[in-house]
């Protein structure tokens, strides 16, 4: 009896020790044993790399709001692939300047594109044409613009490949070989802008808003006119002003329904009222 007795204990600090010091044993006894807590939230990443973040963040803003269990988190960068990201499932939304026949593509807002020179140069205006071949390199000297600019060669400042400006420029501009390799790159707007303030010669593209803010605080650069068409807020809401491109949002083929939650509300009077007040351009015209 006493044998049994200590046979009994032995095992029982066996088991003892083996459940306390063996941590993947305890993990397991009590994964069947404890049930599996939901989620409280649930995640959006979106994932981009031109002037809309601030956009986007105004949206996300007031839509966590009205959804407080849904996080709408941000992948932003110059260099990011927003199509790309998509694609490989690693974000939920990428925005783009363009719809992409193999995602879902649903645009929500639209932008200007404003072409900048120096302050000091002569040419104060351009045709669609002109832009065009300025930026595919065809005409190179500025006294082919403008018969009393100066002699001097075309500085061309481009922007990265993957930012959505450079794509909405060139799909407009119908560019078939696109911007010459030779111009220099800027990362952001505001490095576009800081470079075409320097330099004399110079030439850029850059999103209205920033663009139009640059000239109010007093940067040395013109906006340039576009078939006789002022670049300001009312003629890219009147769309009257050519250069525009379309801010798209794109997606799985089908996506969660969070992200379609988001759509909504973007697509929504109250999304729209909110692109115009983050200096973006509603789908249609507000003054209806």
Known sequence: MPHVFIFKLLWAAIFTSTILFHPVILTQTLANTTPKIATEFERILIAGNGPERHLLEILAAEFEQKHPKISV???????????????LHEADIGVTGEVVSALRSVPIARDGIAILTNFSNPVKEMTTQQVAEVFSGKIRYWSDVYEEAPQTKIVLINRTPNQNIRQGLEQILNIPHGIPRSAIQAES???????????????????????????????????????KIEPEVQTVLDKRYPLQRPVVLVTQTNPTSQ??????????????????????????????
Do not use: C
């Not at 988190?73 to 694609?87: C, G, L, Q, S």
């Not at 759509?263 to 729209?272: K, R």
């Open 73 to 87: 988190d941000f992948f932003w960068h110059p260099n990011a692939k927003p199509i790309r990201t998509v694609e």
């Open 259 to 288: 992200v379609q939650l988001f759509e909504q509300f973007i697509l929504s009077p109250t999304g729209q009222a909110l692109i115009k007040k983050a200096k973006f351009y509603p789908l249609n015209n507000p003054l209806d």
């Open 189 to 227: 707007e505001g490095q576009a802008i800081k470079l075409v303030s320097g330099k004399l010669d110079a030439v850029t593209f850059v999103s209205m808003t920033p663009a139009l803010r640059a000239k109010e605080d007093g940067v040395a650069i013109n906006l340039l006119f576009i078939d």
